[in-house]
């Protein structure tokens, strides 16, 4: 990474920091098949409603090698108040299987020997786990430094300039987090979701009262005068147990 990005990360945070507040974290870390299966079922939608369904889900199957002999139908709908009901299931389904064929036990505790990007590869050759959900059990579950890349974070550290136009979240993901810095990818990755969220907007940015405006480099920036939109300031990923 070089040492202009490098900067301009820390910077970032130092001013989101300042105009959010450190973000609240677990303080017992969640086990990382739970931190998995919560990723899988926070795809498109809210964190409220993804909420609902991993609490519908734990309450319904006692420990997740229940799934294993479940009908896929009935995890379809025990989870549909979080949309995609059928992709979801189908995902969750044949993750616990594989994991389950491979190891012989319903574990991630492997992982915890294994450096980020081993780590990362090894979770994504599962099927229907992307390199978000990847990289959502390093930092929530493992607390690696890594940084998550959501359509909000992609959306905003390209506006920023902190990446040079990366036309995908994945591709925004490795070139953000080749050299991050240390012991602030919790607190980067959640005040960005609250900045797109809540002022920079892929619509219409409220760039007037954004905390990055002096270090911003995108060019449409929407000067007009708006009023702050506060969104409901809850994350589901620290909130997986
Ligand atoms: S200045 Fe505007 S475009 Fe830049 S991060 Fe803030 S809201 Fe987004």
Known sequence: MSTEKYKLIKKANRLLVKHFGIPPRNKKL?????????TILSQNTNDKNSYQAYKNLREKYKSWEEILTARRT??????????????????????????????GKLSLSHLKKMDENSAIEELTNYKGVGVKTASC???????????????????????????KQQNTPDKTFFALNEGFPPKIA?????NLIR???????????????????????????????????RQNAFMLLDNIS
């Not at 969640?30 to 919560?38: A, H, S």
């Not at 919790?186 to 959640?190: D, G, L, N």
């Open 186 to 190: 919790h607190q980067f990755h959640t």
């Open 30 to 38: 969640p086990n990382p098949v739970d931190m998995l299966i919560g």
């Open 74 to 103: 009935t995890i379809e709908s025990v989870i549909k108040v979080a949309g995609l009901g059928k992709q979801k299931s189908e995902a969750i389904k044949s993750f616990v299987k594989e994991l389950n064929d491979k190891k």
């Open 137 to 163: 059990v390093l930092l929530f579950a493992l607390d690696r430094n890594v940084c998550p890349v959501d359509t909000h974070v992609h959306r905003t550290v390209n506006r920023i300039g902190i990446v």
């Open 195 to 229: 900045l797109g969220r809540e002022i920079c907007k892929p619509k219409k940015p409220s760039c007037s009262i954004c905390p990055l405006l002096k270090i911003c480099n995108f060019e449409d920036k929407n000067l007009e005068k708006m009023a702050p939109s």
